[in-house]
T-cell receptor
Framework: EADIYQTPRYLVIGTGKKITLECSQT?????MYWYQQDPGMELHLIHY???????EKGDLSSESTVSRIRTEHFPLTLESARPSHTSQYLC??????????FGEGSWLTVV | EDKVVQSPLSLVVHEGDTVTLNCSYE??????LLWYKQEKKAPTFLFML????IEKKSGRLSSILDKKELSSILNITATQTGDSAIYLC????????????FGKGTKLTVNP
């Protein structure tokens, strides 16, 4: 099982602020993902990465951006947060057994 | 468009009951089907199924894949209140990116 760490776990910020959600994993997994989940709704893929310097947009359009400068680190950034960005953001990585494991999630509230 | 459909969307049972949750899928490039349990936080992995007809089992939970019918079931026997959660089905559509397509989930409530 992967050890995936997300910070912050909970965050309330004002409209227009810049926010970076951190995600790191210690297993050396190449493939990593960001999913977004609104309360009571299904998960949607917003970004994924094959490895260092590789990032792709997912199936759900998102105003966030990601970077992958190091294998273990896959941060997600919102340059100017809006209330519509209020959601849970889940980071995940693909294990050698082709199973995707999730971090604890970051709950973002934009007021 | 890749699609995963779960049924029922919601289920309320009493402790000790046996439940069966359903998942059907339509994807262009099936690699595997995964079941997750989600309580108040992130989904936790339960099973991954790749071969048709082979049952995966863990305690009171079991799951089986039917590739011909493009479906899977998750069984929970002798349910307990701690089984109350949302159970998510996801299909890995391969293609190199190994992306997961999720269903809406089945919300299971087990009453004492």
């Amino acid at each position: 099982e992967a050890d995936i760490y997300q910070t912050p776990r909970y965050l309330v910020i004002g409209t227009g602020k810049k926010i970076t959600l951190e995600c790191s994993q210690t297993m050396g997994h190449d493939k990593m993902y960001w999913y977004q989940q609104d309360p009571g709704m299904e998960l949607h893929l917003i970004h994924y990465s094959y490895g260092v310097n590789s990032t792709e947009k997912g199936d759900l359009s998102s105003e966030s951006t990601v970077s992958r400068i190091r294998t273990e680190h896959f941060p997600l950034t919102l340059e100017s947060a809006r209330p519509s960005h209020t959601s849970q953001y889940l980071c995940a990585s693909l294990s050698s057994g082709n199973t995707i494991y999730f971090g604890e999630g970051s709950w973002l509230t934009v007021v | 468009e890749d699609k995963v459909v779960q049924s029922p969307l919601s289920l309320v049972v009493h402790e000790g009951d046996t439940v069966t949750l359903n998942c059907s899928y339509e994807v262009t490039n099936f690699r595997s089907l995964l079941w997750y349990k989600q309580e108040k936080k992130a989904p936790t992995f339960l099973f991954m199924l790749t071969s048709s007809g082979i049952e995966k089992k863990s305690g009171r939970l079991s799951s089986i894949l039917d590739k011909k019918e493009l479906s899977s079931i998750l069984n929970i026997t002798a349910t307990q209140t701690g089984d109350s959660a949302i159970y998510l089905c996801a299909v890995n559509n391969g293609g190199g990116s190994e992306k997961l397509v999720f269903g809406k989930g089945t919300k299971l409530t087990v009453n004492p």
